[in-house]
């Protein structure tokens, strides 16, 4: 027998579409739709703590993608507007705002003298180093009420949901 739950906003519009359209089948809307809310609601805590440091969502990300680098710490540009999935025009733009925090520079190529690297400053790799550690302790906070089974069930479903959409469409 499925354990009960108590009703959430998502039921509520499963249930406004089987009143309006009893022909349609939009059990799809109930696993995208909560995909989707709990993305937002994940954004909206993941923000705050980023906030505490002064961060965005993107500044942090592009700090721990170079901090992840390991050291020195630098990558290309195409290499971190690839890995962050934005423009190269939108990483130049945030390149720029790093930079003037502070936090980025950029320095020569020593393979390719026509290129540079972005490279984490010692303020910029400071500051990513607390707010990483900030970012997962509210990340452990956020996923406590799930049991580690639960946890890794959710997980397991959803890196098959990811490499599904990651997969190149079949004709």
Request: charged letters at 20%.
């Amino acid at each position: 027998m499925a354990t009960q739950r108590p009703p959430d906003a998502v039921d509520a519009i499963l249930a406004q579409w089987h009143r309006e359209r009893p022909d349609l089948d939009v059990s799809p809307m109930g696993p995208i739709g909560r995909i989707k809310r709990c993305a937002a609601l994940l954004q909206r805590q993941l923000d705050a703590t980023f906030a505490e440091f002064g961060l965005s969502f993107w500044e942090f990300d592009v700090l721990a993608t170079l901090r992840r680098a390991g050291a020195p710490y630098c990558l290309a540009p195409t290499a971190l507007f690839s890995t962050l999935m934005v423009t190269s025009g939108t990483m130049t733009h945030r390149m720029g705002k790093l930079e003037a925090q502070g936090w980025i520079t950029r320095v020569p190529n020593p393979a390719d003298a026509r290129s540079s690297l972005v490279q984490l400053t010692g303020d910029g790799l400071a500051l990513i180093d607390r707010a990483v550690e900030a970012h997962v302790a509210n990340e452990h906070r956020i996923l406590a009420p799930l049991k580690a089974a639960e946890l890794a069930a959710l997980d397991a479903q959803l890196a098959r949901l990811l490499a599904a959409l990651e997969s190149p469409p079949q004709p």
